[in-house]
């Protein structure tokens, strides 16, 4: 246990230590010195610059070319400073705010000039605004789910920071994102029949190894600027987890004993001084397993942190803000499998029954692993196949009981009807029997499927952009992908409803597909700094986005039709 702490110790620092954008390497330009313009409800244009802690503007580059002399904007006061390319002159610092008079037109170029105190002057830079197409700024007390966490990091004390990640991991325990995590961690502890004690030792080295991957993908895919997600559904990836599943399951049917070699059994058995019950090493490996199951489920506090990552290329502290979310997320499974297995009977022939349902609960997570590779009616007939098997192994044991025993017989009836949906081509767990209802169900889906323009690049995305403009057009982005599942319950759930399409008509709305992992995948997220599907973007008919009202991960058919409504009202 003491090596396996040290080496995660070692794992964690080595990616803090890899950081891209540490201070040796200098910040880019653009993130050193982040810019925006927007126009407020008076009427006057913000110019906004957020200079990153280490580094200032210098006041004398500030140029305004295309303005009128007279319209320039008034300058704050500036700090005194010296350097060896200016000498002594006036910087800013922290943030620098101009506004610009409402009657003011045109396109003006923004230029300015700034340094890092380490010693790097970057060049001078410009930046081409459109003054009458300025985007109008959301109210100061509306933002976007990610934004308003992302901000809130930065203007939190870390001991903050993680006490709110803490909570909302909490939160984020009982969703359809990280429920799978539960069978695997009972599956440990309650399949080994282990003291209470020594669940609760298994059960916290598979919550810091599940938190510590979190930790690490999520940081991962904010310094290098592209997302994991497609990456961790590769099928060879998914089809590795899904074969170390069926292999942890076998052992529970008793086909075979699953164990380390002689050599090195021994060695752990002696350096554990005859500790029994479930292998700590094996509980890291299944903690490692979950985070890389979740690694894909995109959230809006995932999508703050990220941000705030992206942002201040502040890895460690961001780190740790993940790291925190993993161990809230973890711990009502925590005490729900020790508080459950301290009221469990004494051991006896009982738990060769539980051992056996565990065999079913890792084949069921097998499963679920393979859902986004596995076409639909293939993986609706395994999973009928899985009931059926189910319900004919519990049928011995379970039919002297009156209360229960009526579950296995449903069990077997419902896999029948998933399996017999699926040979017809269904799809649904819940309707498998829907392919053999006539007409409706397909007319939805064809009306659907015509409603949305599919993009795969960015061209695509930008002709479409400017025919909406040209037209004065709502636009709505989807950004979709096969491997997202959260991506296709909304397909079904929210975007296969007539309400929701009669709601958004007259919107232009484009699915951004962003399957594939290939370059043309990372500009259309980086276009508008998504961090994964499924997120939502709102653009306005002068062409401009509604970033308060962006949707960041699953969302039910109501409140979208809420979040619409609430967008359209504003304008």
């Not at 230590?17 to 927007?38: R, W, Y």
């Not at 200016?86 to 037109?105: H, K």
């Not at 049917?253 to 350096?271: I, N, S």
């Not at 039910?556 to 619409?564: G, Y």
Request: charged share 15%; hydrophobic share 50%.
């Amino acid at each position: 246990m003491r090596t396996l702490l040290i080496a995660l110790m070692l794992l964690f620092s080595g990616l803090s230590q890899a950081n891209p954008f540490a201070q040796t390497d200098f910040l880019p330009v653009d993130k050193a010195f982040v810019f925006s313009s927007e126009r407020l409800a008076s009427g006057q244009m913000r110019l906004h610059w957020k200079i990153t802690e280490g580094h200032y503007l210098y006041q004398k580059r500030l140029k305004f070319d295309g303005l009128p002399a007279e319209q320039h904007p008034a300058l704050p006061q500036a700090l005194p400073h010296h350097d060896e390319y200016y000498g002594d002159t006036l910087v800013y610092r922290g943030e620098l705010e101009l506004l610009l008079p409402a009657d003011a037109t045109g396109q003006l170029r923004m230029g300015w000039q700034g340094c890092a105190d380490a010693g790097l002057c970057y060049p001078p830079q410009t930046n081409l605004v459109s003054l009458s197409d300025m985007p109008v700024a959301a109210p100061a007390d509306v933002q976007a789910a990610d934004q308003a966490l992302a901000g809130g990091l930065q203007q939190s004390t870390l001991a903050w920071s993680l006490l709110a990640f803490f909570g909302l991991g909490l939160l984020l325990a009982f969703t359809p994102c990280s429920l799978p995590m539960l069978p695997i961690l009972a599956g440990l502890v309650l399949g080994n029949g282990v003291t209470a004690r020594r669940g609760w030792l298994l059960a916290s080295v598979y919550i810091l190894s599940m938190a510590l991957v979190y930790a690490a993908l999520g940081v991962i895919a904010a310094l290098l600027g592209s997302s994991l997600q497609a990456w961790l559904q590769q099928p060879w990836l998914l089809g590795t987890l899904a074969g170390l599943f069926v292999l942890l399951a076998l052992p529970m049917f008793g086909a075979f004993e699953l164990q380390l070699p002689a050599w090195l059994r021994d060695r752990l058995e002696r350096a554990g001084h005859g500790t029994r019950g479930g292998n700590l090493y094996g509980a890291a490996l299944l903690g490692a397993l979950s985070g890389l199951l979740m690694g894909p489920c995109m959230t809006a506090p995932l999508a703050g942190a990220l941000l705030y990552i992206a942002q201040s290329g502040n890895a460690v502290h961001g780190a740790l803000v993940l790291f925190t979310l993993g161990l809230g997320m973890g711990l009502p499974l925590l005490l729900l499998v020790t508080l459950g297995n301290r009221y469990l009977p004494r051991p006896g022939p009982w738990m060769n029954l539980v051992k056996g349902l565990f065999g079913f609960v890792f084949l069921a997570m097998a499963l679920y692993t393979l859902r986004t590779v596995l076409e639909p009616s293939l993986w609706l007939g395994l999973g009928g196949a899985w009931l059926i098997a189910l319900a004919w192994a519990a049928w011995p044991a379970l039919h002297a009981l009156r209360p229960i025993r009526a579950l296995p017989l449903l069990a077997g009836f419902w896999g029948s009807l998933l399996v017999i949906g699926a040979a017809a081509g269904g799809s649904d767990l819940w309707q498998p029997l829907q392919p053999f209802r006539a007409g409706t169900a397909t007319v939805a889906s064809v009306a659907h499927s015509d409603a949305f323009i599919t993009v795969t690049q960015p061209a695509e995305l930008q002709r479409e952009l400017d025919t909406a403009k040209a037209q004065g057009q709502w636009v709505m982005l989807d950004y979709y992908a096969d491997w997202c599942v959260s991506c296709k319950v909304m397909e079904k759930q929210v975007f296969g409803r007539a309400d929701v399409l009669a709601a958004l008509d007259g919107v232009r709305l484009i699915r951004l597909d962003v399957t594939a992992d290939a370059p043309s995948s990372t500009a259309l997220m980086q276009r508008y700094q998504v961090p994964g599907p499924p997120s939502i973007i709102w653009i306005g008919p002068e062409g401009n986005e509604r970033r308060s009202r962006r949707i960041t991960g699953e969302i039910d058919a109501k409140n979208f039709l809420e979040q619409w409504a609430q967008t359209r009202s504003q304008g």
